[in-house]
């Protein structure tokens, strides 16, 4: 069965660094993973999505990387600025890839 | 265009009451599902829809009832509500499975039983 840990729980950074967010999956038979970002009170928006083919993935700031056979991700995110504050989550295929499993998200805060 | 959306956003009912939360979909894809996201912010799936048929039905109690008229729309029906049944609930699509295509999620419904 599908397990899904994000650490930390919360990060705060003053704006500027560098950083990055860690992920990791128990089941590595997978054949993407997807990073989200929920702001407080609105939905999920779709960051990256990694095929298990690929090692990154690049959008803007924000770089993901995947090692299936360790069972990691990261989501690297450069140079932050307050408006990158958000939950971010991650999720992976569960049994059969019939639906996504979340992590419990790390909440950013980058102040100015 | 939105392409996933919920209604209502917001929803507020009395315990034992029955509600229904719409949601649709404009992607043309073939699956949808629901999710339920706790107090402490954790996502859990409940349902999985592939061409209006069911794929996963999650440890959730018979009281919620998703129904598929067709694969753009998947609305979820609760009987008989419970305090601890208020939490946010998410809709999301997908092309095919969560296998290898993304998924988008709807702006949620926060429902509160009082």
């Known amino acids: 069965k599908q397990e899904v840990t994000q650490i930390p729980a919360a990060l705060s950074v003053p704006e500027g660094e560098n950083l990055v967010l860690n992920c990791s999956f128990t089941?590595?038979?997978?054949?993407?993973l997807q990073w989200f970002r929920q702001d407080p009170g609105k939905g999920l928006t779709s960051l990256l999505l990694?095929?298990?083919?690929?090692r990154e993935q690049t959008s803007g700031r924000l770089n993901a990387s995947l090692d299936k056979s360790s069972g990691r991700s990261t989501l690297y995110i450069a140079a932050s600025q307050p408006g990158d504050s958000a939950t971010y989550l991650c999720?992976?295929?569960?049994?059969?890839?019939?639906?996504?499993?979340f992590g419990k998200g790390t909440t950013l805060s980058v102040s100015s | 265009d939105t392409a996933v959306s919920q209604t209502p956003k917001y929803l507020v009912t009395q315990m034992g009451n029955d509600k229904s939360i719409k949601c649709e979909q404009n992607?043309?894809?073939?699956?949808m599902y629901w999710y339920k996201q706790d107090s402490k912010k954790f996502l859990k799936i409940m349902f999985s829809?592939?061409?209006?048929?069911?794929?996963i039905n999650e440890t959730v109690p018979n009281r919620f009832s998703p129904k598929s008229p067709d694969k753009a729309h998947l609305n979820l029906h609760i009987n008989s509500l419970e305090l601890g049944d208020s939490a946010v609930y998410f809709c999301?699509?997908?092309?095919?499975?969560?296998?290898?295509?993304?998924?988008?999620f709807g702006q949620g419904t926060r429902l509160t039983v009082v």
């Open positions: 089941d590595s038979a997978i054949y993407n």
């Open positions: 999720a992976a295929p569960g049994q059969a890839g019939t639906a996504l499993i």
């Open positions: 999301a699509s997908s092309q095919e499975s969560a296998l290898n295509t993304e998924a988008f």
């Open positions: 992607l043309g894809h073939d699956t």
């Open positions: 990694i095929q298990s083919s690929q």
């Open positions: 829809y592939n061409n209006k048929e069911l794929i």
